[in-house]
C-alpha cells in the first residue's frame, strides 16, 4: 500500500456545511419514535449542538458580509490571523447586532429571543449544570431550528455555489425531515392541553421556561400546563415572566413605574405592569400572576416618595411605607 493511500482524510469543514452539521446532529438527538423521550445525554447534547450550529451559521452570514465583523475587535483584526483562526470572534450578541445594524439582515424578534434562551442554557451548561424539563428543551430547540432553517434559506444558500448549494440542499432536507418529528410532539403536547386551558385565556401567558403561551396564574402557584414547570414562589414567576419575556430587570421603568409590583389583592410581588395574556395579545395587561386578578382597572396611585411602587386608593399615605422609613432616617 503506498504512502499516499494510507493518509489520513483531510477535515474540511467549511463554515454553511460544518453549522448544518451541528444542526443533524441535534435532529438526530432529539427525534426519537413516538412515545420515546431523548435521554438526559441527547438533550444535553443537543443544546450544546445547536448553540454551536448558531454562531457557526449567523457568523458565516457576517463573515459574508466582511471578514472582519466576525472578530471581536474589527479595527485590530488581520487577514494573516483570520486566515489561521488566531482571533477572538465576536459574541452571539454581538453577531445577531452586526447583522441586524450594519449588514441589514432582519432578524425576527421571536428568533432572536429563541437564540438568546438557547445561549443560557449552553450557558448554565458549561458553568454549573442545566436542571430543565425535556419538553422545555424540546420546545426551545424546535424554536430556534425554525428561526435557522429560515435564516439558511434566506441569507445563506444565496451565497454558495452550485456544488455547496446541493451540499446544503440535502443537508437541510434531512433536518427538516427529522424537526417534523420534534414539532410533532410539541404539536400533539399543544394539542392535549388546549381544552383545559381554553377558558384561562385571560390568566395565561408565555412561560419563560419553554416559551410556549400555556403559563396559568393563580392559586397562589404559578405553572406552566406544556412543560409542567410550578412556581412555589410567585415573586419568583413575575421576576422570570418580566425579564425573560419582557426583557425588564428589576431596576426598569414602566412610566417611572417597576415592572413588578405588590398585589393589593393577595399581597405578594408578583403584579406584572406589562402581562400579555393569551388573551389580550398583542396587548397587555396588569396581571398578579400570583392569585391571577386583573389590575388593569383598579385605582392604584405612584408612591410620590419616586421609588416606583404603586400603592392602593385607599392607602392611608401618598407615600410607601418604605419612603417614609427612608425619608425619617435621613433626618
Same mark, same amino acid.
Not at 203 to 218: K, R
Not at 293 to 301: P, V
Given at each position: 500500500?503506498?504512502?499516499?493511500?494510507?493518509?489520513?482524510?483531510?477535515?474540511?469543514?467549511?463554515?454553511?456545511?460544518?453549522?448544518?452539521?451541528?444542526? *443533524?446532529?441535534?435532529?438526530?438527538?432529539?427525534?426519537?419514535?413516538?412515545?420515546?423521550?431523548?435521554?438526559?445525554?441527547?438533550?444535553?447534547?443537543? *443544546?450544546?449542538?445547536?448553540?454551536?450550529?448558531?454562531?457557526?451559521?449567523?457568523?458565516?452570514?457576517?463573515?459574508?458580509?466582511?471578514?472582519?465583523?466576525?472578530?471581536?475587535?474589527?479595527?485590530?483584526?488581520?487577514?494573516?490571523?483570520?486566515?489561521?483562526?488566531?482571533?477572538?470572534?465576536?459574541?452571539?450578541?454581538?453577531?445577531?447586532?452586526?447583522?441586524? $445594524?450594519?449588514?441589514?439582515? $432582519?432578524?425576527?424578534?421571536?428568533?432572536?429571543?429563541? *437564540?438568546?434562551?438557547?445561549?443560557?442554557?449552553?450557558?448554565?451548561?458549561?458553568?454549573?449544570?442545566?436542571?430543565?424539563?425535556?419538553?422545555?428543551?424540546?420546545?426551545?430547540?424546535?424554536? *430556534?431550528?425554525?428561526?435557522?432553517?429560515?435564516?439558511?434559506?434566506?441569507?445563506?444558500?444565496?451565497?454558495?455555489?452550485?456544488?455547496?448549494?446541493?451540499?446544503?440542499?440535502?443537508?437541510?432536507?434531512?433536518?427538516?425531515?427529522?424537526?417534523?418529528?420534534?414539532?410533532?410532539?410539541?404539536?400533539?403536547?399543544?394539542?392535549?392541553?388546549?381544552?383545559?386551558?381554553?377558558?384561562?385565556?385571560?390568566?395565561?401567558?408565555?412561560?419563560?421556561?419553554?416559551?410556549?403561551?400555556?403559563?396559568?396564574?393563580?392559586?397562589?402557584?404559578?405553572?406552566?400546563?406544556?412543560?409542567?414547570?410550578?412556581?412555589?414562589?410567585?415573586?419568583?414567576?413575575?421576576?422570570?415572566?418580566?425579564?425573560?419575556?419582557?426583557?425588564?430587570?428589576?431596576?426598569?421603568?414602566?412610566?417611572?413605574?417597576?415592572?413588578?409590583?405588590?398585589?393589593?389583592?393577595?399581597?405578594?410581588?408578583?403584579?406584572?405592569?406589562?402581562?400579555?395574556?393569551?388573551?389580550?395579545?398583542?396587548?397587555?395587561?396588569?396581571?398578579?400572576?400570583?392569585?391571577?386578578?386583573?389590575?388593569?382597572?383598579?385605582?392604584?396611585?405612584?408612591?410620590?416618595?419616586?421609588?416606583?411602587?404603586?400603592?392602593?386608593?385607599?392607602?392611608?399615605?401618598?407615600?410607601?411605607?418604605?419612603?417614609?422609613?427612608?425619608?425619617?432616617?435621613?433626618?
Amino acid at each position: 500500500m503506498s504512502a499516499t493511500s494510507q493518509q489520513r482524510p483531510e477535515l474540511r469543514f467549511p463554515p454553511v456545511e460544518n453549522g448544518l452539521d451541528y444542526l *443533524v446532529d441535534v435532529t438526530n438527538r432529539l427525534a426519537t419514535e413516538p412515545g420515546v423521550d431523548p435521554t438526559p445525554r441527547d438533550l444535553k447534547y443537543a *443544546v450544546r449542538s445547536l448553540q454551536d450550529a448558531t454562531e457557526t451559521l449567523l457568523k458565516a452570514r457576517l463573515q459574508h458580509e466582511h471578514w472582519a465583523l466576525v472578530v471581536a475587535k474589527p479595527d485590530g483584526a488581520t487577514r494573516a490571523a483570520f486566515a489561521k483562526g488566531d482571533f477572538l470572534s465576536c459574541t452571539l450578541t454581538e453577531a445577531m447586532g452586526r447583522l441586524q $445594524k450594519i449588514a441589514a439582515v $432582519k432578524l425576527p424578534p421571536k428568533g432572536v429571543a429563541a *437564540v438568546k434562551r438557547l445561549a443560557r442554557d449552553r450557558n448554565a451548561l458549561a458553568h454549573w449544570g442545566l436542571t430543565a424539563n425535556a419538553a422545555a428543551i424540546e420546545a426551545r430547540a424546535a424554536a *430556534v431550528l425554525d428561526f435557522l432553517l429560515v435564516f439558511l434559506d434566506a441569507e445563506l444558500l444565496p451565497g454558495l455555489d452550485a456544488a455547496e448549494t446541493a451540499v446544503a440542499e440535502a443537508t437541510m432536507n434531512v433536518v427538516r425531515s427529522q424537526l417534523r418529528g420534534i414539532n410533532a410532539y410539541v404539536d400533539k403536547r399543544t394539542n392535549d392541553i388546549r381544552p383545559g386551558l381554553a377558558p384561562l385565556t385571560a390568566v395565561t401567558v408565555e412561560c419563560p421556561e419553554c416559551a410556549q403561551p400555556t403559563l396559568v396564574a393563580g392559586d397562589g402557584q404559578p405553572a406552566c400546563r406544556f412543560c409542567l414547570l410550578a412556581w412555589l414562589d410567585p415573586a419568583g414567576a413575575a421576576l422570570d415572566y418580566a425579564w425573560i419575556v419582557r426583557g425588564q430587570t428589576p431596576d426598569d421603568r414602566i412610566e417611572g413605574l417597576l415592572p413588578v409590583q405588590v398585589c393589593p389583592t393577595c399581597e405578594e410581588e408578583a403584579l406584572v405592569l406589562e402581562a400579555a395574556t393569551v388573551a389580550a395579545a398583542p396587548d397587555t395587561v396588569r396581571l398578579c400572576l400570583g392569585c391571577g386578578t386583573d389590575h388593569t382597572d383598579t385605582e392604584l396611585h405612584a408612591c410620590e416618595g419616586g421609588c416606583g411602587l404603586l400603592l392602593p386608593a385607599d392607602f392611608a399615605s401618598s407615600v410607601c411605607d418604605n419612603c417614609t422609613t427612608a425619608a425619617w432616617e435621613g433626618f
